[in-house]
Structures are given as C-alpha cells and as structure tokens.
C-alpha cells in the first residue's frame, strides 16, 4: 500500500478548478471562505467545534509529492505549468478560527481562510471533514454528560466507529465534549485522553466458574477492579460473585474502591437492587457502571427513575452519533480581492433561504452580560467593525426580525483567533484537558434554556447593519 498523503485527500473538482484557476491567472488572487454549519444535531441549541488542532497538522504538512504528481498527470486533464505549481505547494496564507470546546451556532463562521484561491481551494474538503466529525461527536458528547448530571461518563465506541480515524479522533472530540476518558487506547498514546476498561464476557467464560475470574482478576488488578456481573446470571451469581470476591481479596488489603458493571438488563431496576446488596455487604465505596447503547435521552431517563449509577459506559450511540449522524458543515466563498486589494463581497443565493450566504470577510462577537457572566447574542460584523460595548446594542432574533432583543452592560468579546498568517502558524495549540476544561466553563455560560434537549431557546445571531446592507444588496443585485 502506498503512503498516504492528505493533500490528496480532496474532492477531485478541487483539482480541476485549482488547473483552471492557474491557466486564467487567479492563483495569484486572494480569496475569503467560510466554514460554517446550518443546523444543530439532534435539534439542539448549540453545538461544540472541535478538530482545529488535526486541522493545524494537515496544514503545516501541505505538500504534493513526485508520486502525486505522476498520479494526476496520468489523468491527462491537468495543465503541466500547474503541476509544476503544485510540485513547489504549500499554503500561504491566513486561517482564523473559533477556538476548540467553545459553543458555536448556525451560519456563524468558525473558521475562515483568506489565501490564493488555489491553496484556499484545495484545503476544503479536510477541513470539512474535520472539523463535521470532530464537531458532531463534541456536541453529542456533551449532550450525554449534560444527561448525565455529574456522574462520569466514558467513551466506549471504538468497534463501532467508521474507521481507524474515526474511532481515534471520535475519541478525542468526547473527551472535548466532556467525556472523562476512552477505551481507545491510541486515543490515549496520541493525544492523552485516559484510557481504561473493564473485561469482556470472554474473560469470565475462560474460567471454569465466575467466581475464579472474579478472584483472578482482582488479583491482577486490586487496584479499583471493575467486574463486569451480567455474563450468567446478574443477580443470583454475578452480584454475589462480585461482592464475595472483593471481601476475600481487596478488603484484606486495605482497598475499598471497586466497581461491578451492569452492560445488559433492565439497568434501573439492576442498579437498585445491586445498590442494596453491595451496601449490605459493607461496600459502599463500590461504585455502579452502566454500558449497552446509551444516549442522552435513555441516560436522562435512567436518572429520572433514580437509577443507582455512578458512571456510564458509552459506545456506539456516542462514537458515530447516530440519532444525527451529519453535522453538516459547508465551506462556501465569501469575498475576493480585486486587482487593487479591495475585498468585494461574494454571496451565494438560492430560492431555499437557509441556503443563502452571509457575505464579506467577517469577525464574529459574543456578547456577555456583565451581571450574570452569560452569553447573550453573537452578532456577525465586517472586518473592521469596532463594536462600542459602552453602548445599548440591538440584536435582531433569527428566525423573527420583527423580534429584537437590546443589550446594555455587557462585554463584547471576538470568537475566532488568528491561527496561520501568511503560511506560518501563529497559535499555540492548548493541551487536551485544557481544551476540555474550557469547553465546560463555555458551556457554563450559556443559559439552560439553551442547553434543552428539546425544543431550545433560539439563541441570537444577527448580523450588523453594514452587513445586513451589503448582504441586501447583493440579494437585489443576484437574487432577481
């Protein structure tokens, strides 16, 4: 198998418009694009962007190869001064983005590219597929551990992922999305996300009894051993096995933490009744998991019937977010620079209005109440708009524009960063806990109306006055 070079890992068209790009000359025209998304999973009120860092790494390492080269040319459609061009590539230009773990919402750029249209154009397709993947699984994720109220919540989908990739990275965007930890144990060597697990079913039907790989297990592992009860029979064997073993083995050594796990079932009613035997036995430290395809809405129930769970396992419900399996996101052009730099706006129209563009180079602010610390709106502005937060500022709801909302006293803060200036990286890429730790005091910011699994409050996202202008005549202009 050959070697994998990700700048190839591009929708073909791509390529045949970057060929045409270069024989009309527009290579060497700086062009603006946004990646955005239209519409929350699962109907949510706000998702989590994650996967800017795997997006840094594809960046830095732009290149085509001789093979490359040998491969495209084979095609026999692309000009030979262009695959010269290629042969010497690599990106140029300038990349903002909104920073992993902070809540984001429709039509609101969370990354933008101002380069040569070429490199511009050729970076879409990884882009998207990043940062949909990583965000999707980011906001599943803390839809789970919001379901959750406190107790832990682990990724466990690896084997039920599409792909390698997919599996790795998912992994990644739970712990984002504020999952504690993974069973991916690649997951944890790349990135740092703590791996962990329990035992299969295999393990115990190797012994001869439950009981002997209960005790051997715990011998092995004495240290907080989680035993997995549900392979025979969960009450009359598997919780007596259990509670046996950890007496014989662990509380001789002084070691109280324990955990069994419940994987089949019915878990609300196996939980209490483990509850009960476990602390009639003395074992109250010896916590309860659940697994067997969870979600938000099965977690949220489990809770409301007082369910006694201290963690839950969560695999492929989670990994490959099912309920809502794309995020989404678009990459659509926004302005170009003429022959004497000025950014001439672009919009894309169509008679589906979700699908009309917010044109022009843009920065995007949140606005924060300085009472309560919570996030109140964004607005989209032009790029050299300077918003006075000395001033009452009035927001325009998205889906009425005769609703408005005006705010006074807050604190205007911009979302995306710089992240490459001409060509060179200018961020620092945060830790992985530091990425997670942000995403929950962001998400803390936001008012619970926001965070309801159904039927959310409409946050606000307007577009300034200079912007709504422009973008109106634009619509006259090509919309007629």
């Known amino acids: 198998m050959k070697n994998e070079n990700l700048s190839m890992l591009c929708d073909f068209y791509e390529l045949t418009m970057s060929n045409g790009y270069f024989k009309n000359g527009f290579y060497k025209k700086n ?19 994650a996967g800017l860092e795997q997006v840094i790494e594809y960046i830095k390492d732009l290149h085509f190869d001789e093979n490359d080269i040998e491969f495209l040319k084979g095609k026999g459609i692309f000009d030979e001064q262009f695959l010269d061009y290629l042969r010497n590539f690599n990106f140029s230009g300038d990349i903002y983005a909104v920073p992993e773990g902070t809540p984001v919402f429709p039509n609101e750029p969370i990354l933008t590219v101002k380069a040569p249209a070429i490199e511009a154009q050729l970076i879409e397709t990884f882009l998207l597929l990043t940062i949909n993947h990583q965000s999707l699984i980011a906001t599943k994720a803390n839809r789970i551990v919001r379901a959750a109220q406190g107790r832990a919540v682990l990724e466990f989908g690896s084997r039920r992922a599409q792909g390698a990739s997919g599996a790795v990275d998912g992994a990644r965007a739970a712990f984002i999305g504020g999952c504690l930890g993974t069973a991916c144990t690649l997951t944890d060597e790349l990135y740092g996300v703590p791996a962990g697990g329990t035992m299969a079913h295999s393990w115990i039907q190797m012994f001869d009894s439950e009981y002997d790989a209960f005790r051997t297990y715990c011998e092995l592992y004495p240290d907080n051993p989680t035993l997995l009860v549900d392979t025979y029979n969960t009450l009359k064997s598997g919780i007596p096995n259990a509670i046996k073993v950890f007496i014989e ?35 109250e430290n010896c916590k309860i998991t659940a697994s067997n395809s969870l979600d938000e809405y099965l977690i949220r129930d489990l809770m409301m019937q007082g369910a006694q769970i201290d963690n839950f396992g969560v695999g492929e419900r989670l990994i490959t977010s099912s309920s809502s399996p794309v995020f989404g996101g678009v990459y659509k052009l926004v302005a170009v620079e003429n022959e004497i730099g000025e950014i001439v706006p672009k919009i894309k129209v169509s008679e589906n209005t979700t699908k009309i563009t917010n044109p022009h180079f843009k920065k995007v602010y949140r606005y924060f109440d300085n009472e309560s610390g919570k996030a109140l709106a964004d607005e989209l502005c032009l790029y050299d708009e300077v918003v006075d937060a000395t001033k009452p500022r009035t927001i325009f709801d998205p889906n009425a524009t005769w609703k408005t909302k005006t705010i006074t006293n807050f604190t205007a803060k911009e979302l995306q960063v710089p992240i490459f200036k001409n060509g060179e990286c200018v961020y620092d ?30 946050y606000y996202v307007d577009l300034s006055k200079k912007l709504y202008e422009i973008k109106n005549i634009l619509l006259n202009v090509y919309g007629n």
């Open 31 to 49: 062009v603006y694009f946004d990646l955005f998304f239209r519409k929350v999973p699962d109907n949510g009120g706000f998702a989590i962007t």
């Open 249 to 283: 083995v662990l509380l001789p050594q002084g070691k109280t933490d324990c955990a069994i796990r419940l994987d089949s079932g019915d878990i609300s009613y196996l939980s209490k009744k483990a509850r009960k035997m476990l602390d009639e036995a003395g074992l």
């Open 429 to 458: 890429s945060p830790n992985i806990n530091e990425i997670a730790d942000y995403c929950r005091k962001q998400v803390s910011l936001l008012w619970d109306e926001v965070k309801r699994f159904e039927n959310p409050h409409t």
